[in-house]
């Protein structure tokens, strides 16, 4: 099947900065999803976008929706010690089977 | 709060036992899905369900099959276990479709 190719593959950075992640496709989507895994547990939905261009927030974290539909952008401001975790991108795609497809995933590290 | 429960944290088991892993959910979900991660290869679907008695193969269903006898139940059945299969498996469910999807805290296993 299919995989998202997600980058960095892990980042280590400096709180308090800003942090960008990506996310691309050899295909459309219809929708992009950000899912963020704390470490020992399984994955949370962070953010969902569901059209083309589409910018949406949620508190620190800023997604973007790829106007190509083959892309989607992850941004983190002003990064804090609990950010710490692997950030994976998420395509569905209609008459795929209804299937999600996830990407490598983004280990992201912070250091105080 | 959706919770999605795996009967185990962590599994050693040894080439060729038959493995069980088990999920719960209790939040009347329709849909079940189980995935493994893997360094560098983000979450890839095994199986999943969407509905009692119904399963349906993911991307990499190759040694493994399932169980949903009831709704709120999901196993993953290894028939023979082998080295390759050394995994984390995370269960997953949702209300509809496959998009927001509540994870377990995953199953780490151990094949020797």
């Known amino acids: 099947g299919q995989q998202l190719n997600q980058s960095p593959q892990s980042m280590f950075i400096q709180e308090g900065e800003d942090v960008s992640m990506n996310c691309t496709s050899s295909s459309i989507f219809n929708t992009w999803l950000w899912y963020k895994q704390d470490p020992g547990e399984g994955p949370v939905l962070l953010i969902a976008l569901y059209k083309a261009g589409e910018l949406t927030s949620n508190g620190r974290l800023t997604a973007q929706f790829g106007i190509t539909r083959k892309d989607s952008f992850l941004n983190i401001s002003a990064s804090i010690p609990s950010d710490v975790g692997i950030y994976f991108c998420?395509?569905?795609?209609w008459g795929g089977g209804n299937k999600l497809t996830f990407g490598t995933g983004t280990q992201l590290k912070v250091e105080l | 709060d959706v919770k999605v429960t795996q009967s185990s944290r962590y599994l050693v088991k040894r080439t060729g036992e038959k493995v069980f892993l088990e999920c719960v959910q209790d939040m009347d979900h329709e849909n079940m899905f189980w995935y493994r991660q893997d360094p560098g290869l983000g979450l890839r679907l095994i199986y999943f369900?969407?509905?009692?008695?119904?399963?349906e193969k993911g991307d990499i269903p190759e040694g493994y099959s399932v169980s949903r006898e009831k709704k709120e139940r999901f196993s993953l059945i290894l028939e023979s276990a082998s080295t390759n299969q050394t995994s984390m498996y995370l269960c997953a469910s949702s209300l509809q479709g496959n998009e927001k999807l509540f994870f377990g805290s995953g199953t780490q296993l151990s094949v020797l």
């Open positions: 998420a395509g569905a795609a």
């Open positions: 369900s969407y509905d009692v008695k119904m399963k």
